[in-house]
C-alpha cells in the first residue's frame, strides 16, 4: 500500500470539507481530500439547494391561490410533479458540476476512510495518507427509526422526500423541526392532505415560544393539521394505508395517510471512521467534541459541520472550516464566533431567521435582557403587499442597550435578517441602530421599531427580563 504525505487531509468534501481546504492552500499547505461520493457534499445534493428548489413551487403555487386577496382572480394551480422534479435535478446539476470541478484541483481520494493512527488514515484498500493535521467533515446521516412499526409500514425520509415521484393523497409528519415543517408545508401546498405530529407543545421547539407558536398558527390556518403533545406509540398498515398510533392527553388516538414522512433528525456521520484509533474522543449521538478552536481532543485533528453534532448549518460548517485550517496551518488558536454559529434561517412561509441570542439561550445563561417587538400586520410596506404574517423581536442588554440577539417571522426573513448580523458584527447598540436611515416604504424600517421600543424601556427603568431560575 502506498504512502502519501500531505500538510493537510480532510475527510469530507462538503461545503465544509472545501472551505478547510480552499483556505488551507491559500496559506501556502499541501492538501489532500477524501470522500466516499457521490461528490457534493449535503447542502448541494440533499439538503439546502434542492429543498429551496422546490420550496419555490411550493411557495408560488400559494401566492397563486392567495392573488385574490390583491384582486387578482385565477384558476386554482395546477402541479406538473414530473417538471418540478427534472428542474430540481438541472439545479442540482450545475451546482455539482461546478463543485466537482473546484474539488478536481486538490489531489482527491474518493473512498471510506478511516484513521489508522493520529496521523495516518487508510482510503480503500489502495492508499495510506499521512498528515500533520486532519479536518474531519463526513456530515451527518438521517437518523434511522426508532418507532414500531415504522420499518415494516415503510415511510419516505428527507432524502426521499426530495426525490418523489408521485405525490400521496394524504400524508403524516413525523416531527416538527426545520426540515419537518419547510418539507411538510411543501407537500400541503401542493395539495396533499398533511398532519404533522409533534411531541412538544409547538412547531420548532429549540426555537423561543412566540417564534414556535407564530408559524404553528400560520400551518393551521393554511389548513395543516398539527397535533401538539403527541406522544408516539406505533405504526401498523390498514389495508393501502398507514396508521400511527399516539396519546395525546392521556388519550390514544390514530391518523391514517397514504404515505409517513419521517423527520426526527440526522446523526453525526463518525461511525466508520475508527476515530478512537486516532484518540479522538465522539459519541454516535453527539458527534465529535471539539472546543471553540475548532480542535478534538487530538489537538491536530479538528472537525467541522454536522458530524460535531451541534449546528447542523452550511454557513457554521464554512466558518469552521477556514478556522480549522488556519488553526492547523498556522499553529494558532483562533476561536469561533458562537453567537453566528446560533445564527440560523428557516424557509418555511412566513420565513424565520434568527440573529444572535434567543430569549431561551438568555434565560438559560441568567443573563438579564430586554426584548422589543412588533408586528408586521401594523406595519405599512407589510400591509399593502399583504405580507402581514408574524413579527420581528430584538433583544438587548439593559446596561448599555447592546444588541443580544434578534428574531423575524415573517416575509423576507432570510435577507432582513442581514442587517441585524451586521450590527451585531460591529457591536451596535439600539442607539446605534435608530441612528440608521431606513428607506421607507420598505420591509427592513419594521426592525427600527423594537430598537425604539427598548430605547423606551430603558428610559423608563423597565426591569429587564431574567431566567425564572434566578
Known amino acids: 500500500m502506498k504512502i502519501y504525505q500531505y500538510d493537510l487531509v480532510i475527510v469530507g468534501a462538503g461545503s465544509g470539507g472545501y472551505a478547510a481546504a480552499r483556505t488551507a492552500r491559500d496559506l501556502g499547505a499541501t492538501v489532500a481530500m477524501v470522500d466516499t461520493g457521490p461528490l457534493g457534499g449535503l447542502c448541494i445534493l440533499r439538503g439546502c439547494m434542492p429543498s429551496k428548489t422546490l420550496l419555490a413551487t ?48 486538490f489531489p482527491l481520494y474518493e473512498g471510506a476512510a478511516r ?43 428527507s432524502d426521499a422526500a426530495l426525490e418523489i415521484g408521485t405525490l400521496p393523497t394524504s400524508l403524516v409528519v413525523l416531527g416538527g423541526g426545520y426540515v419537518a415543517c419547510e418539507l411538510g408545508q411543501f407537500f400541503a401546498r401542493l395539495g396533499v392532505r398533511t398532519t404533522m405530529l409533534i411531541r412538544a407543545k409547538h412547531l420548532l421547539s429549540h426555537e423561543d415560544r412566540d417564534v414556535g407558536e407564530s408559524l404553528t398558527d400560520c400551518f393551521r390556518d393554511e389548513g395543516i393539521t398539527v397535533e401538539t403533545g403527541a406522544q408516539l406509540s406505533h405504526v401498523e398498515v390498514r389495508g393501502r394505508q398507514k396508521v400511527v398510533h399516539f ?20 446523526l453525526p456521520n463518525v461511525a466508520d471512521l475508527d476515530l478512537d484509533a486516532a484518540g479522538v474522543k465522539h459519541h454516535a449521538i453527539t458527534g465529535i467534541e471539539i472546543g471553540p478552536d475548532i480542535r478534538s481532543s487530538n489537538p491536530n485533528i479538528f472537525a467541522v459541520g454536522d458530524v460535531t453534532g451541534e449546528y447542523p448549518l452550511v454557513h457554521v ?74 413579527f420581528v423581536k430584538m433583544l438587548a442588554s439593559p446596561d448599555d442597550g447592546k444588541i443580544l440577539g434578534a428574531a423575524i417571522v415573517g416575509a423576507e426573513a432570510s435577507d432582513l435578517i442581514h442587517e441585524m448580523i451586521v450590527a451585531m458584527h460591529f457591536g451596535a447598540t439600539v442607539y446605534d441602530f435608530v441612528k440608521i436611515p431606513h428607506l421607507h416604504p420598505t420591509l427592513a424600517e419594521i426592525l427600527t421599531y423594537p430598537a425604539e421600543d427598548i430605547i423606551a424601556q430603558r428610559d423608563v427603568g423597565a426591569p429587564a427580563r431574567v431566567a425564572a431560575a434566578m
Open 58 to 105: 411550493s411557495d408560488r403555487a400559494q401566492e397563486v391561490r392567495d392573488a385574490g386577496e390583491l384582486g387578482v382572480q385565477a384558476a386554482a394551480p395546477k402541479i406538473d410533479l414530473p417538471y418540478v422534479m427534472a428542474r430540481k435535478r438541472e439545479v442540482i446539476k450545475g451546482f455539482t458540476d461546478f463543485r466537482i470541478e473546484e474539488l478536481q484541483s
Open 115 to 157: 484513521f489508522v493512527s493520529p496521523t495516518q488514515i487508510q482510503v480503500g484498500d489502495e492508499a495510506l495518507l499521512e498528515a500533520k493535521s486532519f479536518v474531519v467533515a463526513t456530515g451527518s446521516v438521517v437518523a434511522p427509526p426508532a418507532l414500531l412499526g415504522l420499518e415494516e409500514a415503510g415511510y419516505i425520509d
Open 247 to 266: 396519546k395525546q392527553n392521556g388519550e390514544a388516538l390514530t391518523v391514517a395517510a397514504d404515505e409517513i414522512f419521517y423527520a426526527l433528525g440526522r
Open 317 to 390: 460548517a464554512i466558518h469552521q472550516g477556514e478556522i480549522a485550517a488556519r488553526n492547523a496551518i498556522l499553529g494558532t488558536s483562533e476561536n469561533a464566533d458562537y453567537w453566528l454559529w446560533q445564527t440560523h434561517t428557516i424557509f418555511t412561509d412566513p420565513q424565520i431567521a434568527i440573529a444572535g441570542w434567543t430569549e431561551k439561550n438568555l434565560e438559560r445563561k441568567g443573563i438579564p435582557y430586554l426584548a422589543g417587538a412588533y408586528l408586521f400586520s401594523d406595519h405599512g410596506k407589510a400591509i399593502s403587499i399583504n405580507k402581514t404574517k408574524g
